[in-house]
């Protein structure tokens, strides 16, 4: 975060202000469009199909497509999509006010540079992660911050967090060398922010199981 300070105070004039605002109205913009186009059978594509990252598409000039995938929905309902923008609109302006919208630009800038690299090896990539990064995050920084699961149940951040770290790490053991990699690098930004943090909770943890196992003695 030193770093990072003595960065924002050479740069902070880059910045971009309200980047998730913008990265959400993309992609509702996407999904409208796409509302029009698919499936239509006047269409032979829908606009998704000409945003989505695609290695050899962007090898044979489709340049645009190394952007354009941050843009995809979240959702094709049209109930739950509304639904998903709202809240990662919530949790990205909620972590560009705590670290103000320099850090912020560099940590969505590492996810999407992070998840790039993984589609130039392994031939695609998709913003699931980078947006996982942005709900990991959130709950990192706001754990009792509650939402509604199935809009009636209320949940603490820090546990819908915690499943979705299982359900990372479930993935990591079970599926290919593609996914982990997508997985590992896309979440790279988690490590820069968070990394000495989970580390000391770590080492706090296993302190406290062994002083456990020794008083059990």
């Given at each position: 975060m030193q770093f990072l300070n003595k960065l924002e105070r050479k740069y902070r004039k880059y910045a971009i202000p309200n980047l998730m605002t913008i990265i959400v109205f993309g992609m509702g913009l996407?999904?409208?469009?796409?509302?029009?186009?698919?499936?239509?059978?006047?269409y032979a594509y829908n606009l998704s199909s000409l945003l989505y990252f695609d290695r050899n598409a962007v090898f044979h000039g489709q340049v645009w497509r190394i952007l354009t995938f941050l843009f995809l929905p979240l959702d094709s309902d049209p109930f739950f999509i509304l639904f998903s923008l709202y809240f990662y609109w919530l949790i990205g302006n909620a972590l560009e006010r705590q670290w103000g919208s320099f850090k912020f630009n560099i940590y969505y800038l590492c996810g999407m540079l992070g998840t790039i690299i993984s589609g130039l090896i392994t031939g695609y990539a998709t913003n699931t992660f980078l947006n996982l990064s942005l709900y990991l995050a959130?709950?990192?920084?706001?754990?009792?911050?509650?939402?509604?699961?199935?809009?009636?149940i209320p949940i603490k951040m820090k546990y819908l967090g915690i499943l979705e770290c299982i359900g990372l790490v479930i993935s990591l053991i079970f599926s290919s060398w593609t996914n982990r990699i997508c997985i590992l690098i896309s979440l790279a930004n988690i490590l820069l922010f968070f990394g000495k943090d989970l580390y000391k909770l770590i080492r706090a943890f296993?302190?406290?199981k062994r002083w456990q196992r020794r008083n059990r003695k």
């Open positions: 996407v999904f409208l469009l796409d509302s029009f186009t698919a499936p239509n059978p006047g959130f709950a990192i920084l706001f754990p009792n911050f509650e939402i509604l699961l199935f809009f009636f296993i302190r406290r």
